[in-house]
Nanobody, 124 residues
Framework: QVQLVESGGGSVQAGGSLRLSCAAS????????MGWFRRAPGKEREGVAT???????SYADSVKGRFTISKDNAKKTLYLQMNSLKPEDTAMYYC??????????????????WGQGTQVTVSS
């Protein structure tokens, strides 16, 4: 059973930056795919960025060029560096994982394990 714990959320002004972290446990192989999803009030859950076990990444069009997903396999930690934040980035951000896994995309149905979420609020 994979466990995921997010951290790093908070409040920031538009144009600012935040880095989210997701500490993972409960698995032994590097064959894990991970991703970040978000849900804003009144909106459906949206795939933000994913990274497969080979290190290939996928991004939502709305965050391309501003967000960077990365994974430290030794530390079993997933990151999301968010730059040039906009008010429309305000949402609860969730870390997700699928294991064992080789390839993945932004489809939330591909992920079996989820964290509790961390709130990101961007003010104008």
């Amino acid at each position: 059973q994979v466990q995921l714990v997010e951290s790093g959320g908070g409040s920031v002004q538009a144009g600012g930056s935040l880095r989210l972290s997701c500490a993972a446990s409960g698995y032994t192989s590097a064959r894990i795919c991970m991703g970040w999803f978000r849900r804003a009030p009144g909106k459906e859950r949206e795939g933000v960025a994913t990274i497969d076990s080979y290190g290939s990444t996928s991004y939502a069009d709305s965050v391309k060029g501003r967000f960077t997903i990365s994974k430290d396999n030794a530390k079993k930690t997933l990151y999301l560096q968010m730059n040039s934040l906009k008010p429309e980035d305000t949402a609860m951000y969730y870390c997700a994982a699928d294991y064992p896994c080789y390839y993945v995309n932004l489809d939330a149905r591909r992920f079996r394990y989820w964290g509790q979420g961390t709130q990101v609020t961007v003010s104008s």
